[in-house]
């Protein structure tokens, strides 16, 4: 197992240009992966990078018919 450090709610929003208190609802809510340690919330940053990644995919459509 490797060890990646985790991110802070700040430093992961930063990163998605999203407020941190909205990060932390969508973790909440289970629409993003985080982990809740106490009241704090991480996020590795290979599983943001995973689900921005699947994000992308999923909205982008081909327009040839």
Do not use: Y
């Not at 999203?18 to 629409?31: F, P, W, Y």
């Not at 985080?34 to 982008?60: E, H, N, P, V, Y």
């Amino acid at each position: 197992m490797n060890f990646e450090p985790l991110l802070t709610s700040e430093q992961a929003a930063a990163l998605l240009q999203i407020h941190a208190k909205t990060l932390q609802r969508m973790a909440r809510d289970g629409q993003v992966p985080g982990i809740q340690i106490g009241r704090q919330w991480r996020f590795r940053t290979a599983d943001m990078a995973q689900w921005m990644d699947t994000k992308l995919q999923s909205t982008s459509h081909s327009c040839l018919n």
